[in-house]
């Protein structure tokens, strides 16, 4: 029987590697047009960042080689955007990691109204980034309307104006007002896979709750947790919109991301080649921070 299977095995491959072959043609068009559309704007960014560009002073123009680079790692303000960026990321997902485990464990009991309460906590997640920033800077955040002010006053407590007093903490807690659904979606979802045989075999065991949650429920959970880091990174390292419209980068220096310090020196400096060079360092960040994910999912995937 086992001759007779391993016979066909060649064949098997033989027919796989002719449907590879017929796929390729098809493929191709495809495949160049997204070539084509990720490697133009890069080759294009590359270019100008070695360009003497001002929108603002034509004749400034010529070949500057690595001068742009050279000026922005002597310029202060792109190693505290680089901070801040990294700092926002760290910070949004600690919360939305720590929050969404614990959502995920809550909406995982059967209680009464617990789809109308998932319902309510997913909801934030499908708010425009605009719109949000709006709600919390001139709804909650408010330093003389804002529902907060409003809490601390009737507390006998001292208002707090957010953007001034603690920018980048306000940044952070809306930021992960918008991910902390994106991370209970998930993370609720990969909660219905645990195996509740293990769970009740641990309870007759003598398990309480909290050694039960560290020892069964949180290792079921890394994989998933893995997947919404890896996600929410790509999105968090181009905050943007957020910032514009509460902080605009200040007071100063203190909310001033890579994607806003990019922005500044593109659209309010027309510094054109500058700000590709920006880009270019965002990039390179970039990739370093998804090689350093990637290798740390695969690592949980794996076990």
Known sequence: MTSRIAQYVPIIGRKDSRRAVRAGPLLAPAVGALLIWMIVPLAMTLWFSMQRYNLQNPLMAGFAGVNNYKFLFFNKTLWISISNTLILVGSVLTLTIVVGVLFAVIFDEDFCGRNIARLLVIAPFFVMPTVTALIWKNLLMHPVNG???????????????????????????IVAWQWIPFATLILVTAMQSLDREQMEA?????AKGLSMFWFITLPHLMRPISVVVMIETIFLLSVFAEILVTTS?????ATTNLTYFIYLKALLQWDVGGASAA?????????????????????????
């Open 202 to 206: 641990a309870q007759m065991d003598g």
């Open 279 to 303: 880009g270019v360092i965002a990039i390179v960040l970039a990739n370093v921070v998804a090689a350093f994910l990637v290798r740390t999912v695969a690592t949980n995937l794996d076990r």
């Open 249 to 253: 980068g200040g007071p100063g220096n």
């Open 147 to 173: 529902l907060f002010s409003w809490i601390s006053r009737s507390l006998g407590l001292p208002t707090v104006d957010w953007f001034a007093q603690a920018p980048m903490l306000a940044i952070i807690i």
